[in-house]
């Protein structure tokens, strides 16, 4: 079956614009989580998504944030960006919160 | 706000050496840990998953133990080769009152296997 697909694969923002990444989900999956990956900070959890219903969110500020469809396909919006933004943006899914996580190939964010 | 610490950060050995990677975690109230492999500039490929009520699971080569009163879980790959060179991420998920937390995810071990 096919896996977690992320789109786009990379991405060039200049600071201050808005960008928009799209993930879907393992057939059959209800979760959804993203994470953001930087060299300094590691990987960090920014949100899951469960029945379209944001569940946790990690620390960050207002300027992230996600949905989710109905089909279980989840965006994550960044506006305001900055330099810091740069990182490779990594979703899971999941059948539900408790289960094993399947990871995406990731998006590739590069502001200027 | 759990904390995961992996020892050693960087690891070289040669080809055919039993390896043993650790992970330590801080809070003890986790639904289950999985452990991660990495290739660079690349996703996070599922290795192994230990629920809480689990104290190993065995994939091929790869032997994850989990010690969740101790906070510790540690991943053993026998006759390593150089595919499996990569960094190594250990991830547990913990809940609190609204349920499942994320992963939370380590510093990780990277690993090279010399020809």
């Known amino acids: 079956k096919a896996g977690v697909t992320q789109t786009p694969r990379y991405l060039i923002k200049t600071r201050g614009q808005q960008v928009t990444l799209s993930c879907s989900p393992i057939?059959?999956?209800?979760?959804v989580s993203w994470y953001q990956q930087t060299p300094g900070q590691g990987l960090q959890f920014l949100f899951e998504y469960f029945s379209e219903t944001q569940r946790n969110k990690g620390n960050f500020p207002g300027r992230f944030s996600g949905r989710q469809f109905s089909n279980s396909r989840s965006e994550m919006n960044v506006s305001t960006l900055e330099l810091g933004d740069s990182a490779l943006y990594l979703c899971?899914?999941?059948?539900?919160?408790?289960?094993?996580?399947?990871f995406g190939s990731g998006t590739r964010l590069t502001v200027v | 706000k759990q904390e995961v610490t992996q020892i050693p950060a960087a690891l070289s050995v040669p080809e055919g050496e039993n390896l043993v990677l650790n992970c330590s975690f801080t809070d003890s109230a986790i639904y289950n840990l999985q452990w991660f492999r990495q290739d660079p500039g690349k996703g996070l490929t599922s290795l192994l998953l230990?629920?809480?009520?689990?104290r190993e699971q065995t994939s091929g080569r790869l032997n994850a133990s989990l010690d969740k009163s101790s906070g510790r879980s540690t991943l053993y790959i026998a006759a390593s080769q150089p595919g499996d060179s990569a960094t190594y991420l250990c991830?547990?998920?913990?809940?609190?009152?609204?349920?499942?937390?994320?992963?939370?995810f380590g510093k990780g071990t990277h690993l090279i296997i010399q020809p």
């Open positions: 899971a899914s999941s059948l539900d919160p408790v289960g094993s996580d399947t």
């Open positions: 991830a547990p998920k913990g809940y609190s009152g609204g349920g499942a937390d994320g992963l939370t």
């Open positions: 057939s059959g999956h209800r979760s």
């Open positions: 230990i629920q809480s009520s689990q």
